[in-house]
């Protein structure tokens, strides 16, 4: 029975072959009539025929035409190539002479190269019947003549020996002019050869009507290019744009730098183009929008973020970007682009970006002087830098990166340190890095010196002394004179990047730095002034408007407008207490006022928020303390004490309530102990009194005993909801009586079992040091190489 199928197709398959070979000798035998021909040429032009000879697979023709010219030649020839389904390639071009004034001999595509017997491409074919051959020495030829009269004669003889309609014959074709196109629009929308081909595939068969149309199409090269075909189109793009990657670029890079400058006026730009090692690649870039920042947001002169990122382009250039903190995030004040990390090369790139800077930079404290602040990484070459251009500027390191880099150095090998000290060495430098007087930073600091586990390491003893010559830089005690309204890390930098990447680049690399210029100065710029419109028009996304609008006690969100009679008795209610620290009566009926720091701005008293405890919001920033707002004058007078009196009763009856609720809540324990008798509630409860007492001791932070009782018990308390139940599958396995046959597996598997794949390091911190595991990089702080070597080969 099995055997019946297999020589129905057998006798199928000979059956279509039969037909198929009869088919072929009846056109063979059929001859090659006028009609035909014509049929095969363009409509558009009018034809002499002189000379007609053969059948419908080989034959020979002459004819006379005045409508093809040296003009439309290529156009006529494009058209004769798709009706006929040929790509033909120019073989010979003779000199004009003075009986013709264009001579030119065509080949078919598939005759390639000279026929030798080492190259037989039916050798070939007969060592690999599978393999795929171009050159079959077709012997196709076309010759076109145009004398001086404008005359012109063609002479085709049509003996093609390999098939025009097979899907294999439609791979070899040409691009046509349409495909390019379209690619190249996919390459100008931001897309990678990769990407344009999956992009370009979805919308072919969105084209199609169905399968099989569309693997015609996509077997045809004239309609759908070879990855090759989008790699080399990408790369002449890139050279066409961008100038390539070799000299052209530098040239290119110059010409859009001043074509930038010409085009915006309000920017100032420097560079300096790549000439080697001693000659780095350093653009500096201000744009008009971050003039606009130096001069309008206070923040500019008191505290900068200035972090680098890279992978931004093929040739791995480093983009720094300085930024300020403000109510709507994080606004730019500068970009600077080089071609390595050295220190000379920052140093003299900062220096080119400062002469960038208007007069009034950093809020009007002047180019010259620089910003109170600068906050960056533990990068030694580019703190020396921004000291020896802003000398007068305290630099300030970000505490995460110093707890990272800690970590890091204890789980290197080469320091031998045991994993069961590690997390105690960190928790003791912590302590010492939030210590709130200078006083507790030594103390804690010389107590992590002198700690009998610390003394068994030599090699972390002299580490941590070289971080104690540093302690200014990164201790939060010695912050407290500065401005820094609550942020010690370098988050707002870092998330700067992440929009680069995400938003503006998509998470793929430009073509060269002209593209990461193009991107900086006019994707990121408009990404920073419709984030501004659309905070100041109310159109900003619903789960991020919270940042910058106040919250009535109705839990509306937004402003009102309030009339000339309500404007004025709110104004008249603001006291001035110099040095920008004002007492603003609040809009509700209860007697509540609140103090704050904001800056006096012109044209700024048209809305009044719906709660006055959003005001502090909207003028500082969501991560402004509470010892920024409130400031205290060394002259005790009766306007200063007002608030502080009515915060203090607050504080007071808070802490009343803390303490009757912890009451009650041991009593309630107490309770349910001595009623179910449990003995695993008692264990439990002996450990939670233990680490009551771990946490509560002297040498202990508050903050680890506020961290501990937020999150207590906060995944076993569960919201559970009145809907109906889901049915859902079985946990275990069904019991069934497979005899002798192999058992199938029903429901789901009792356990999950582990990857077998090694997984990856975490990049969260806190969770390294909770599991006592090594971070996802690597340790310390890390020493910047050049990364030129690529640019060199290529100039």
């Known amino acids: 029975m099995a055997d019946k199928p297999d020589n129905f197709l057998k006798d199928l398959i000979s059956s279509a072959i039969k037909e198929v070979e009869s088919k072929r000798k009846s056109f063979e035998s059929t001859q090659i009539t006028k009609e035909s021909f014509l049929a095969s040429l363009p409509d558009d032009s009018f034809y002499y025929l002189k000379a007609i000879s053969g059948n419908g697979e080989k034959f020979k023709v002459h004819f006379l035409t005045e409508d093809i010219t040296k003009e ?58 599978s393999a795929r051959v171009k050159n079959t020495n077709c012997p196709f030829q076309m010759i076109v003549k145009i004398d001086s009269e404008g005359c012109c004669s063609v002479d085709i003889e049509w003996d093609h020996n390999h098939s025009l309609e097979t899907l294999e014959t439609s791979n070899f074709r040409d691009l046509s002019p349409e495909c390019t196109e379209r690619v190249l629009k996919l390459f100008e929308s931001g897309h990678t050869p990769a990407t344009a081909r999956q992009q370009y595939l979805k919308e072919l068969k969105e084209s199609c009507q169905d399968e099989l149309e569309f693997h015609r199409k996509k077997a045809n090269r004239a309609v759908m290019p070879r990855k090759r075909d989008f790699s080399y189109l990408y790369t002449q793009f890139g050279k066409d744009r961008y100038g390539g990657q070799g000299v052209m670029m530098f040239e290119r890079l110059a010409e859009r730098l001043e074509q930038y400058k010409k085009d915006n006026p309000e920017a100032t730009t420097c560079y300096q183009i790549y000439e080697g090692d001693n000659t780095p690649l350093i653009i500096a870039i201000v744009t008009p929008l971050m003039n606009r920042v130096h001069k309008e947001v206070q923040q500019s002169g008191e505290m900068v973020f200035v972090d680098a990122t890279s992978n931004t382009e093929e040739h791995n250039l480093k983009v720094f970007l300085m930024c300020t903190n403000n109510v709507s995030g994080a606004l730019p004040l500068g970009i600077l682009i080089t071609s390595d990390e050295q220190e000379r090369t920052l140093k003299q790139g900062f220096e080119m970006f400062r002469s960038c800077l208007p007069e009034y930079a950093f809020n009007d404290r002047g180019r010259e002087q620089g910003p109170q602040a ?15 251009v802003w000398p007068t500027s305290v630099l300030l390191l970000c505490i995460f990166h110093m707890l990272q880099q800690l970590w890091r150095w204890l789980h290197e090998s080469k320091n031998s340190i045991s994993q069961a000290d590690r997390p105690y060495f960190l928790t003791l430098f912590k302590r010492s890095l939030y210590a709130e007087t200078k006083q507790d930073f030594e103390n804690c600091f010389s107590e992590l010196l002198n700690d009998g586990r610390c003394k068994k390491y030599p090699d972390l003893v002299s580490y941590l002394q070289n971080l104690y010559n540093d302690k200014e830089s990164f201790a939060l005690c010695f912050r407290t004179e500065l401005l820094v309204r609550g942020n010690h890390t370098n988050n707002f930098a870092e998330a700067q990047f992440l929009v ?91 007697s509540h006022s609140d103090a704050g720091q904001t800056s006096q701005t012109d044209g700024s008293n048209g809305f009044v928020t719906e709660a006055s405890t959003s005001m502090e919001t909207a003028q500082q920033g969501p991560n402004c303390s509470t010892a920024e707002l409130i400031q205290s004058n060394d002259d005790e007078d009766e306007h200063s004490t007002e608030p502080t009196q ?119 911190l806190a969770k390294a040091v909770q599991t006592n595991t090594k971070s996802s990089k690597k340790s310390g702080s890390h020493t910047m190489k050049s990364k030129t070597k690529h640019m060199q080969r290529k100039k």
């Open 72 to 129: 439309n030649l290529e156009q006529w020839i494009s058209e004769y190539e798709v009706i006929n389904s040929i790509s033909v390639k120019l073989k010979t071009k003779k000199a004009p002479t003075s009986g013709y004034v264009l001579q030119n001999y065509y080949r078919c595509q598939h005759n390639t190269r000279n026929w030798s017997p080492s190259k037989d491409p039916q050798q070939k074919l007969y060592l690999n019947p």
């Open 374 to 388: 600068i906050l960056t990484d533990n990068c030694k070459e580019e703190r020396n830098a921004l000291k020896s």
């Open 500 to 590: 680069l990447k995400d938003v503006i680049l998509q998470r793929t690399k430009e073509y060269n730095v002209v593209g990461l210029l193009d991107k900086l100065t006019i994707d990121l710029e408009d990404h920073y002034k419709n984030k501004l419109l659309s905070i100041a028009d109310g159109s900003f996304d619903g789960v991020y408007r919270h940042r910058f609008f106040g919250k009535g006690k109705n839990g509306s969100t937004g402003f009102k407008v309030p009339d000339k009679k309500d404007l004025d008795a709110y104004l008249s209610t603001v006291e001035n207490f110099g040095n920008n620290v004002f007492k603003v009566g609040s809009s509700s009926d209860s």
């Open 646 to 764: 009515s915060n203090d009763d607050d504080e007071d009856d808070s802490i009343a309530n803390a303490e009757q609720l912890l009451r009650n809540s041991c009593e309630k324990i107490i309770q349910k102990l001595q009623s179910s008798r449990d003995l695993n509630l008692a264990k439990g409860v002996i450990r939670f009194a233990k680490r009551v007492t771990s946490l509560t001791a002297a040498r202990s932070m508050h903050s680890n005993l506020a961290s501990a009782l937020f999150s207590f018990g906060s995944s076993e308390v569960k919201k559970t909801g009145n809907g109906k139940k889901i049915r859902v599958q079985p946990n275990r396995k069904r019991k069934c009586g497979s005899g002798s046959h192999q058992v199938v597996s029903k429901g789901r598997p009792v356990q999950l079992q582990e990857p077998t794949s090694k997984r990856k390091r975490t990049h969260d």
